[in-house]
């Protein structure tokens, strides 16, 4: 099945948008997946390739039942989560999936990343989610994930990385750099002041408003 425009312009923003995060460093040379809602399809990135140097033509198409679309396409080992967080989300068009190196620590360390140390994290991410552990590319973890998802933008998987959603791929990706900003701070943070960080009041954070 070919792509008509408006797909091929989706699969150009996720290759992009995939060599950003690797840029970012915030993924891997093999790690990390995202996914677009395009119609009765989905555009997801490969299983296998280089993600610093991905090209749109890489990108392939999948129906929701996981069906490839697209010729010769091997999804990524992932695709089955994406697939699960997408029907249970209707309002998400865009999943990005990475394992940034303090988030994936704060998953690996059952430790809780502060959304309430910086008005950004406050509004971007909302509530910050997590599941047990599952391996990856498997259906207990896509079932975990799609439940998970029903109530927060940003889950972490223990000793695995974390999943961001939004109604753009901007917005997902967003949420991806500003959740290990959060991270980050709530490492500093904690380091410098022995546990003692002072989080936004709560009676202050209504006055922040919040992405949806």
Known sequence: MRMNEEQKRLAEEIAFFMRRLYQQGLTT?????ISVRAGNAVLITPGGTDKARMCAEEIGMLDFDGNVLTKGF????EAGMHLAVLRSRPDVSAIVHAH???????????????????CES????GEIGRIGFENFGTEALAAKAAKAAASCNCLLFSNHGAMTLG?????AFDRIEVLENAAKATLICEHLLRGKAAPIPEKRLS??????
């Open 167 to 171: 109604r753009s791929l901007l917005q």
């Open 29 to 33: 040379t093999s790690g990390g997946n």
């Open 100 to 118: 940034p190196v303090t988030v994936s620590a704060f998953a690996a360390a059952r430790c809780r990343i502060s959304n309430r140390l910086l």
């Open 74 to 77: 091997k999804a990524t080992c």
């Open 207 to 212: 006055e922040i408003t919040v992405v949806k």
């Open 122 to 125: 406050y509004a971007v991410l």
